[in-house]
C-alpha cells in the first residue's frame, strides 16, 4: 500500500528559482493538505483542498501556490523560492469523516519533502 | 497565537516506566483530538484519538485523557518501550471546519533501555 508518495525527497534551490513538489495519493481520499514543519515547531498548513478543483488557503500560503485537477494529485508549487522557505514539506490526506461516527479527520502522511533555498 | 500547546519540548523515561505527554488548547470549539507519532526522516503517522464527548480512549498501551474543563490532554504510554522513542504531537479539529486540523509545537520523547 503506497498511501500518501511525496517526490523529491530532497532539494537543494537557488533563491529565485522555481520547483513544484509532488504529492499523490492512492486511497482515493478527498481530502488533501500541505505543510511545513520548521525546527522546533509544529505543523503549519500552507493550503489545503477538498476535492477536485476545490483548494483554500491554510495558515501560511504566501509564496506558494496549489492546483487540485485529480482526485490523487495535488502539487505544491514555489515560484520564486526565498530562504525563509527553507523547512520540510508534508503532504496529507484524508477521507470525508463518517456520518454519525465519532471517528473524524484522520489524515495520512507522507514522508515529507526537505527543501534548502541557497 | 499558538491554540495547541506542547510546553515540554522534551522528555526522557526510562523503559518500562509510564510516559506522560501533555497537551493544552485554548479554542473552546475544539471537539476532537488526536495524536501523532513522528521518527526521523518519516512523515507523522496517527496514534489515537478522543472525541470531547469521552474524556478516556484506550488503545493497548497508549491512553488519551481528556479534561474538558482545563483544556487539557495527556497521552499515557504504559510501559514505555525504546521504540516509542520518537516526537509526539498533539493535534485539534473543530466540528465546523473539521477538515483541518491544528498541530502543537511537538515533545521529543526518548526511552532509556
Known amino acids: 500500500n503506497a498511501g500518501v508518495t511525496q517526490t523529491p525527497k530532497f532539494r537543494i534551490l537557488k533563491i529565485g528559482q522555481s520547483m513544484t513538489l509532488q504529492c499523490a495519493q492512492d486511497m482515493n481520499h478527498n481530502y488533501m493538505y500541505w505543510y511545513r514543519q520548521d525546527p522546533g515547531m509544529g505543523l503549519k498548513l500552507i493550503y489545503y483542498?477538498?476535492?477536485?478543483?476545490?483548494?483554500d488557503k491554510g495558515e501560511v500560503p504566501n509564496g506558494y501556490n496549489v492546483s487540485r485537477s485529480t482526485t490523487e494529485y495535488f502539487p505544491l508549487r514555489l515560484e520564486l523560492a526565498a530562504p525563509s522557505q527553507t523547512s520540510v514539506y508534508f503532504c496529507?490526506?484524508?477521507?470525508?469523516?463518517?456520518?454519525?461516527?465519532?471517528?473524524?479527520?484522520?489524515?495520512?502522511f507522507g514522508a515529507g519533502t526537505r527543501l534548502s533555498v541557497l | 497565537d499558538q491554540q495547541v500547546k506542547q510546553n515540554s519540548p522534551s522528555l526522557s523515561v526510562q523503559e518500562g516506566r509510564i510516559s506522560i505527554l501533555n497537551c493544552d488548547y485554548t479554542?473552546?470549539?475544539?471537539?476532537?483530538f488526536l495524536w501523532y507519532k513522528k521518527y526521523p526522516a518519516e512523515g507523522p503517522t496517527f496514534l489515537i484519538s478522543?472525541?470531547?464527548?469521552?474524556d478516556k480512549n484506550e488503545d493497548g498501551r497508549f491512553t488519551v485523557f481528556l479534561n474538558k474543563s482545563a483544556k487539557h490532554l495527556s497521552l499515557h504510554i504504559v510501559p514505555s518501550q525504546p521504540g516509542d522513542s520518537a516526537v509526539y504531537f498533539c493535534?485539534?479539529?473543530?466540528?465546523?471546519?473539521?477538515?483541518?486540523?491544528?498541530f502543537g509545537t511537538g515533545t521529543r520523547l526518548t526511552i532509556i533501555p
Open positions: 496529507a490526506s484524508s477521507s470525508i469523516p463518517g456520518q454519525g461516527t465519532l471517528a473524524k479527520n484522520i489524515q495520512y
Open positions: 479554542n473552546s470549539m475544539f471537539d476532537y
Open positions: 483542498s477538498v476535492g477536485a478543483g476545490i483548494t
Open positions: 493535534a485539534a479539529s473543530a466540528s465546523f471546519g473539521n477538515e483541518k486540523l491544528t
Open positions: 478522543i472525541s470531547s464527548i469521552k
